[in-house]
T-cell receptor, first 111, second 112 residues
Framework: QQQVKQSPQSLIVQKGGISIINCAYE??????FPWYQQFPGKGPALLIA???DVSEKKEGRFTISFNKSAKQFSLHIMDSQPGDSATYFC??????????WGAGTKLIIKP | DAGVTQSPTHLIKTRGQQVTLRCSPK?????VSWYQQALGQGPQFIFQ???????QRGNFPDRFSGHQFPNYSSELNVNALLLGDSALYLC???????????FGSGTRLTVV
């Protein structure tokens, strides 16, 4: 019940396309859902986050869509650029303030 | 405004040794969490410190211990190192009442 399932494991998108990464969870006590971007050799950097009382949040080219009833949330990257190539992690915070992480998606944007 | 600072950046230790990793939180943050990230996997929560006390702990053995100092900086200690402890160790800071976590670049620990 503490798991966050992330898919796909890897994703190749053409420059200018839309990248979509999906996550699903079971624990209804999760109260905060961030997405992190991680480049090789670096720590994760917060991209965008959402709380369960909101269905969508947009920041620049990045959008989170949140479906509370389905217990799913997704990251959309519009107009994907080569500089977006990185590993993306979804996460969820439980009632003990712990971030539970997905397994990650390696995104490659082809020029 | 300095972010989260971790030291050292890389470390090689021998099996059975002990190691101490250090973290300075982002200015204004009072809570420090430690995560272990194995190659190709998502981070795993080790523990969190707030007001110099361990507030929460993940599923890690007692060989992993920590400390938080009055200036909110923190240390992670690992005793009796195993080959499987080789990983990137990440420190994240936050405000106790907020959900935004800022991560450092991590310490890459290699146990040989």
């Amino acid at each position: 019940q503490q798991q966050v399932k992330q898919s796909p494991q890897s994703l190749i998108v053409q420059k200018g396309g839309i990248s979509i990464i999906n996550c699903a969870y079971e624990n209804t006590a999760f109260d905060y859902f961030p997405w992190y971007q991680q480049f090789p050799g670096k720590g994760p950097a917060l991209l965008i986050a959402i709380r369960p009382d909101v269905s969508e949040k947009k920041e620049g080219r990045f959008t989170i869509s949140f479906n509370k009833s389905a217990k799913q949330f997704s990251l959309h990257i519009m107009d994907s650029q080569p500089g977006d190539s990185a590993t993306y992690f979804c996460a969820a915070r439980n009632s003990n303030y712990q971030l539970i992480w997905g397994a990650g998606t390696k995104l490659i944007i082809k020029p | 405004d300095a972010g989260v600072t971790q030291s050292p950046t890389h470390l090689i230790k021998t099996r059975g040794q002990q190691v101490t990793l250090r973290c300075s939180p982002k200015s204004g943050h009072d809570t420090v969490s430690w995560y272990q990230q194995a190659l190709g996997q998502g981070p795993q929560f080790i523990f969190q410190y707030y007001e110099e006390e361990e507030r929460q702990r993940g599923n890690f053995p007692d060989r992993f211990s920590g400390h938080q100092f009055p200036n909110y900086s923190s240390e992670l200690n690992v005793n009796a190192l195993l080959l499987g402890d080789s990983a990137l160790y990440l420190c994240a800071s936050s405000l106790a009442s907020a959900a935004g976590y800022t991560f450092g670049s991590g310490t890459r620990l290699t146990v040989v």
